[in-house]
């Protein structure tokens, strides 16, 4: 059979996945050494019909390829940490994932929360707290309400307005869409809150670099009487 597409991460086992493995380890990268793993096909390669295996047992060669039929990878994945919950009342916290949600409303769907420790491979929003992102996959029905608290590697700022959220869908590798604003932040712990989140996806924070701010400044000139001049300045959060 032939595929007619782009391939990225290919893994044989001789081990039945159970659904939360699965789920767990889609957008992580592997060592090459789990049990039951036969091969593990990463294409970390730029040229070449030779394809290295992970394991270091099954190595490939690729028919009908060419250097130039290489790319670079903008899929959601690399090293990091996933755990599963059942979504509930009040606060779920996903072990070594370093985020937790606090749902005012739920429905028992299931969740797999990934962090990853790689920045995207592509398009970043401006500022971006770029050490790590997020991918949240719902496996169920119903609306909730929850509020997301991320603990970041980096230092946060103290003011809330300035950290913001980023989203975009789980398994895009397009342009980033600002969601929400902070509505608190732990300095010492590096955690910023943010309300009323009501869809997952892939997330990640940044600072909001600019502030666009109007200012109107009262002066008087010598002889004349004082006017007023009203203009807008972008100022930098800190």
């Given at each position: 059979r032939y595929l007619q597409g782009q391939m990225d991460e290919a893994r044989i086992w001789n081990t039945a996945r159970t659904e939360q493995e699965v789920r767990e380890h889609m957008h992580l990268t592997l060592n090459g050494d789990e049990t039951g793993l036969v091969a593990y096909y990463n294409f970390d390669l730029i040229s070449g019909a030779m394809l290295s295996d992970k394991t270091g047992k099954h190595p490939g060669a690729l028919?009908?390829?060419?250097?130039?039929d290489w790319m670079d990878s903008t899929i959601a994945a690399g090293t990091g940490v996933s755990n599963t919950q059942t979504e509930t009342i009040g606060v779920v916290d996903f072990t070594g994932t370093r985020l937790s949600m606090n749902f005012s409303t739920a429905d028992s769907a299931v969740l797999t929360t990934t962090r990853i420790d790689d920045g995207p491979a592509n398009t970043l929003p401006a500022s971006a707290f770029d050490r790590q992102y997020w991918v949240v996959n719902r496996f169920g029905?119903?609306?909730f309400n929850t509020a997301l608290?991320?603990?970041?590697?980096?230092?946060?700022?103290?003011d809330p307005g300035s950290i913001v959220l980023y989203s975009r869908s789980s398994t895009s590798d397009c342009s980033w869409t600002q969601i929400a604003t902070a509505s608190s932040v732990n300095v010492a712990a590096h955690t910023a809150t943010f309300n009323n989140i009501t869809s997952f996806s892939q997330f990640i924070l940044a600072v909001k670099s600019r502030v666009d701010e109007t200012i109107t400044v009262t002066a008087n000139a010598p002889g004349t009487a004082a006017y007023n001049s009203t203009f807008n300045v972008a100022a930098t959060a800190s």
């Open positions: 028919k009908n390829m060419a250097d130039a029905s119903g609306a608290s991320f603990t970041v590697s980096e230092d946060l700022p103290s």
